[in-house]
């Protein structure tokens, strides 16, 4: 109990102490606002831009959510696709290894080409889903192959068909490597899609990227702050959703996910 309550405390003070620092040395060692402004500057811009600040962050969740969501379809079916055939497996799978070895900066102006600058947002998310998609793939396949042998065997000794077997015992086997590949994707579909929009350099994409771009071009310091900020944010509670998800699946068979 103890533990749990440091573990929520020590962070907020730290953070708390960091804040007052930073206020007090802008200030001790007058740095000038658009070299490092002071908190407060920060979180004065939400009081002035906060609407469109607000407005990009609700962009680049819906792309990243779109693309997360598109990640764990894909890779866990390619996954069960894997599982079920060796031909697919060894047919598909190096190409799933180089879209995940190439950089996604190399290839974002090949695909902003190919979707056209009008339809940037649609590179965003395919770019987006490219991040996050092979984590899903490479931890599901694994836990579908952990599966243990001994089970295995009492399915077939029951003459369980496969679709008996990945239902009840191929599924429930992997999920904790399924569900540790989903949190990695979650935050990698954030990056990706903030790479992307970096990488498309548009207007049309209207994300945070964008504002941290227009706001840098302008030397507006703190208002590049207040989007970091948000994207921050938006990491956190994105991974606090997944860790509560696999939490809940996983308590009641994994007693170390418990603390």
Do not use: C
Request: glycine share 6%; no cysteine.
């Amino acid at each position: 109990m103890l533990m749990r309550g440091l573990r929520i405390i020590l962070p907020i003070a730290l953070f708390l102490g960091v804040i007052r620092f930073w206020e007090w040395s802008v200030v001790y060692w007058e740095i000038k606002p658009f070299i490092l402004p002071p908190p407060s500057a920060i979180l004065a811009v939400f009081a002035t831009d906060g609407a469109s600040l607000l407005g990009s962050a609700w962009t680049t969740l819906g792309t990243t959510l779109a693309a997360f969501t598109l990640a764990v379809v894909s890779g866990t079916a390619l996954a069960a696709l894997f599982a079920s055939s060796r031909i697919a497996e060894a047919a598909l799978s190096p190409y799933a290894v180089i879209l995940q070895v190439t950089p996604i900066i190399a290839i974002a102006p090949l695909i902003i080409v190919w979707v056209g600058l009008d339809n940037a947002w649609l590179a965003v998310l395919i770019l987006a889903w490219i991040a996050a998609f092979f984590p899903v793939l490479a931890s599901a396949t694994a836990g579908l192959k952990a599966v243990d042998p001994n089970l295995r065997d009492l399915f077939r000794l029951y003459r369980a068909d496969f679709r008996q077997t990945f239902i009840r015992l191929m599924v429930p086997s992997s999920l904790p490597y399924l569900l540790a590949g989903i949190k990695t994707a979650g935050g990698l579909a954030l990056v990706g899609a903030v790479v992307a929009e970096f990488a498309a350099a548009s207007g049309n994409t209207n994300g945070l990227a964008w504002r941290i771009l227009e706001a840098g071009n302008r030397l507006q310091i703190a208002k590049m702050f207040a989007a970091l900020l948000l994207l921050a944010l938006m990491g956190v509670i994105l991974y606090a959703i997944l860790s509560f998800v696999e939490w809940l699946l996983l308590h009641r068979w994994h007693g170390d996910r418990r603390a």
